[in-house]
């Protein structure tokens, strides 16, 4: 296994639509070994493969709690099924998107088909926090960031303080 260089905004692959998988072989779950490591390094509970700069439609998440024993979660080629009416207000963060917070509104229930490890085609039912980072994630897939779902002057203050830090960043290693 190995962690990967998580690509941040305003990298253009991030925008990138992410294409299906055809096979879930020994190459992907490779892959998605080194996305969950990944992950687990960052630290975040979820990420998809574009944010390593691989554009496949491929997530992996843990939403356990420090303490609690390892929940990872696998999904290829999610495809939502139905989404709730009632939304849920959450203050989402993004590995791509490092040390910034905004709310965001989503639905608060959905309900996911994809492939799992094994490959094997499954059905989940989502809600909470569950469901915030399904559609975070899967949003992602599609070349959206949370930051695009909030108003055109957050999304610009929220830019401009990412190309101030990686301004500083540079400074401080060059
Ligand atoms: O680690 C993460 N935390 C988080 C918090 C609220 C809503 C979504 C997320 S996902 C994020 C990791 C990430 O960037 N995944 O794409
Ligand atoms: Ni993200």
């Known amino acids: ?41 960052a630290p975040g509970i979820g990420l998809a493969a574009i944010q390593i700069g691989v554009p496949k439609q491929v997530i992996v998440m843990d939403l356990a709690r420090e303490g609690e024993e390892p929940q990872p979660r696998y999904f ?9 009416d009632e939304l849920s207000t959450y203050e989402e963060g993004c590995l791509s998107v490092p040390e910034l917070y905004e709310e965001v ?17 499954r059905e989940l039912d989502c809600e909470g926090m569950l469901a915030t980072c399904i559609q975070h994630e899967m949003d992602h897939l599609n070349g959206v960031l949370f930051i695009d779902h909030l108003s055109k002057l957050k999304r610009s203050m929220m830019l401009k303080k990412l190309a101030k830090a990686k301004k500083l960043q540079e400074k401080e290693f060059a």
């Open 76 to 84: 290829v080629n999610p495809e939502i099924l139905w989404t709730s």
């Open 1 to 41: 296994m190995a962690i990967r260089e998580i690509i941040t905004a305003p990298d253009p692959r991030l925008k990138q639509v992410s294409k299906p998988v055809e096979r879930v072989d020994d190459d992907l779950r490779r892959l998605m070994d080194d996305m969950l490591e990944t992950m687990y390094a």
């Open 105 to 121: 509104d989503r639905p608060s229930r959905c309900r996911v088909r994809f492939l799992d490890y094994q490959g094997e085609i």
